[in-house]
Every structure is written in C-alpha cells, then in structure tokens.
C-alpha cells in the first residue's frame, strides 16, 4: 500500500507509482469524490467522461426526465 504524509500546510505529494498509474503530471488536475462517509475516491480529471461511466453502479430506483423537472421546480419554489 502507498502512503503520504499530509503537511502543515494540509498538501500532500502523490507518490511518483500513483501518479505513473494515474498518468498525471505537473499540473494536470484530480478530484476526490466521495463513495461514502469518511470514503475517498481520487481520480486524475483529465479522464474522459466516458471513462467514468458505472462507476457508482446501478441505482437503486430510477426516476424520470418528468420526476426529476417536478422536483426541480418544487425545490426551486420553496427556495424563494
């Protein structure tokens, strides 16, 4: 397992086979996504979007273009 050492400052550097394995350099970004509380996914940015497709699996219950307008406008209505 690869480990880093946070700094002072809250930076870390990414160990030379992480960054080999992401293919990312000298700035090139990443993100840390979220899986679960307390758990990070960290993934190079420069990916295609079409890379990360299933990444978080099926969802549970899927809901229409219909479902997620209504909604959308509700929210938007008690946000006034």
């Given at each position: 397992m690869t480990t880093a050492t946070i700094t002072t400052k809250g930076q870390i550097t990414i160990p030379a086979?992480?960054?080999?394995?992401?293919?990312?350099?000298?700035?090139d970004?990443?993100?840390?996504?979220?899986?679960?509380?307390?758990q990070f996914l960290f993934v190079a940015a420069?990916?295609?979007?079409?890379?990360?497709?299933?990444?978080f699996g099926k969802p549970a219950k899927s809901v229409s273009i219909e479902d997620m307008n209504r909604t959308i406008a509700a929210r938007g209505a008690s946000a006034r």
């Open positions: 086979d992480v960054r080999k394995a992401l293919s990312v350099g000298t700035g970004r990443v993100e840390f996504v979220q899986i679960e509380p307390g420069n990916r295609s979007v079409t890379e990360l497709k299933g990444m």
